[in-house]
């Protein structure tokens, strides 16, 4: 199977950063992109960003680009994600996911695009 292992949540101030891990283990050889989300208590579960591990092109969703930037290291088969200013607004639980190949067009902001889930990170910004 696929494992994807978030890490790197915490409590932090507002204006405040953290890095975000996702560690993939298991067959994700096959994978083409990898998307961050969240999911607020009461709300659905949000794009954040998104990468390709070849070509590195990236996505975001309009309420964090510019503080938060998608990051990976292809051999350590890891992706990151450093979120700057944080807000409270800002609080959930993040998961990282990874996707399958698919012909034609990969919508790497789209949850359905993928496959594999992480078990959730905390991040929890205070006032």
């Known amino acids: 199977q696929v494992q994807l292992v978030e890490s790197g949540g915490g409590l932090v101030q507002t204006g405040g950063s953290l890095r975000l891990s996702c560690a993939a283990s298991g067959r994700t050889f096959s994978s083409t992109a990898m998307g961050w989300f969240r999911r607020a208590p009461g709300k659905e579960r949000e794009f954040v960003a998104a990468?390709?591990?070849?070509?590195?092109?990236?996505a975001y969703a309009d309420s964090v680009k510019g503080r938060f930037t998608i990051s990976k290291d292809n051999a350590a088969r890891t992706v990151y994600l450093q979120m700057n200013s944080l807000k409270p607004e800002d609080s959930a639980v993040y998961y990282c996911?990874?996707?399958?190949?698919?012909?034609?067009?990969?919508?790497?902001?789209?949850?359905?695009?993928?496959?594999?889930w992480g078990q959730g990170t905390q991040v929890t910004v205070s006032s």
């Open positions: 996911a990874a996707n399958s190949p698919r012909p034609g067009k990969v919508y790497i902001t789209s949850q359905s695009e993928y496959d594999y």
């Open positions: 990468i390709t591990w070849s070509g590195s092109s990236t």
